[in-house]
Nanobody
């Protein structure tokens, strides 16, 4: 599968962005999907995950209440509201290893990654 993120950019604090991740090659409907991010000088960290059926989501504490993950057909989304400079990072989407698995927070549980889309929050 190929994953391609889009929607990143420069936004002021308090602003919003919607990231998209388009999957191609085969259907990702049977797979749990996730968003991760990596800030400059830091390790990649979990942001959000959504169950293969879409009925269950999970968020990192730092984004809960501000970000919303969703999926439709072969596209994954991340709606990001009330952005802060601490959200500045390269954002990646990923496909979980194995089909019909529970939601996952560890990057090692994902076996396909996009190239990332950059989000910069600055005034």
């Amino acid at each position: 599968v190929q994953l391609v993120e889009s929607g990143g950019g420069l936004v002021q604090p308090g602003g919003s962005l919607r990231l998209s991740c388009a999957a191609s090659g085969y259907s990702v409907s049977p797979y749990t999907m996730g968003w991760f991010r990596q800030a400059p000088g830091k390790e990649r960290e979990f942001v959000a995950t959504i169950l293969w059926g879409g009925s269950t989501v999970d968020y990192a504490a730092s984004v809960k209440g501000r970000f919303a993950i969703s999926r439709e057909k072969n596209t994954l989304y991340l709606q990001m509201n009330n952005l802060t400079p601490e959200d500045t990072a390269l954002y990646y989407c990923a496909k979980a290893r194995g089909s019909f698995t529970p939601t996952r927070r560890l990057s090692s549980d994902y076996d396909a990654w996009g190239q990332g889309t950059r989000v910069t929050v600055s005034s």
